[in-house]
T-cell receptor, first 117, second 113 residues
Framework: DARVTQTPRHKVTEMGQEVTMRCQPI?????VFWYRQTMMQGLELLAY????????DSGMPKDRFSAEMPDATLATLKIQPSEPRDSAVYFC???????????????FGPGTRLTVL | DAKTTQPPSMDCAEGRAANLPCNHS???????VYWYRQIHSQGPQYIIH???NNETNEMASLIITEDRKSSTLILPHATLRDTAVYYC??????????????FGQGTTLQVKP
């Protein structure tokens, strides 16, 4: 049963610290998404990658957030320095972008619950 | 992508059909209707999608009106495990933004014993 995995599942840190969240997409999927969920804003798309190249990161605060795909099996989302307003659940999802621009469904991981004190 | 409107909450008795409506009056001809749900403390889960024909899979049925301005997700025999927030999303296939899902507030479905 192929699944998206995320680590850590929970993270508590102090303001100003660096936070790195990791995601392992489903093997064979070529597109990875990062979402953030808060009570106030709901689910928001932060960034996504196709074939490891960033396609859209317009939803991501550029000054402190960065997203990368060092290889096809690992995506990372980093916050440096972290702030209390970054407290949220961060979801990674993967999917298969098909030829001609069509698209398959997205499969979500269990999320990383981040608390910044 | 077109905006969707869903009721904030609904109740359903266990074993009965749950019918979740969604309005998408500004939908374009090339936009698909997608449904996802999010059970508490889990990531969203894909349910079903369609363009203009009704669709059915092992989880649910999707009924899209002829003018495509609204749709209904039907869970034929709701169980307590179907309690979740249900999101209706419209999305274009084949555009440069083909991957993006824009989630609204969804409908919180409470299935009661």
């Amino acid at each position: 049963d192929a699944r998206v995995t995320q680590t850590p599942r929970h993270k508590v840190t102090e303001m100003g610290q660096e936070v790195t969240m990791r995601c392992q997409p489903i093997l064979g999927h070529n597109t990875v998404f990062w979402y953030r969920q808060t009570m106030m804003q709901g689910l928001e798309l932060l960034a996504y990658f196709r074939n490891r190249a960033p396609l859209d990161d317009s939803g991501m605060p550029k000054d402190r957030f960065s997203a990368e795909m060092p290889d096809a099996t690992l995506a990372t989302l980093k916050i440096q320095p972290s702030e209390p307003r970054d407290s949220a659940v961060y979801f990674c999802a993967s999917g298969l972008g098909l030829a001609g621009g069509s698209y398959d469904t997205q499969y979500f991981g269990p999320g990383t619950r981040l608390t910044v004190l | 992508d077109a905006k969707t409107t869903q009721p904030p909450s609904m109740d359903c008795a266990e074993g009965r059909a749950a019918n979740l409506p969604c309005n998408h009056s500004t939908i374009s001809g090339n936009e698909y209707v997608y449904w996802y749900r999010q059970i508490h403390s889990q990531g969203p889960q894909y349910i079903i999608h369609g363009l203009k024909n009704n669709e059915t899979n092992e989880m649910a049925s999707l009924i899209i009106t002829e003018d495509r301005k609204s749709s209904t997700l039907i869970l034929p025999h709701a169980t307590l495990r179907d309690t979740a927030v249900y999101y209706c999303i419209v999305r274009v296939h084949g555009s440069s933004n083909t991957g993006k899902l824009i989630f609204g507030q969804g409908t919180t479905l409470q299935v009661k014993p």
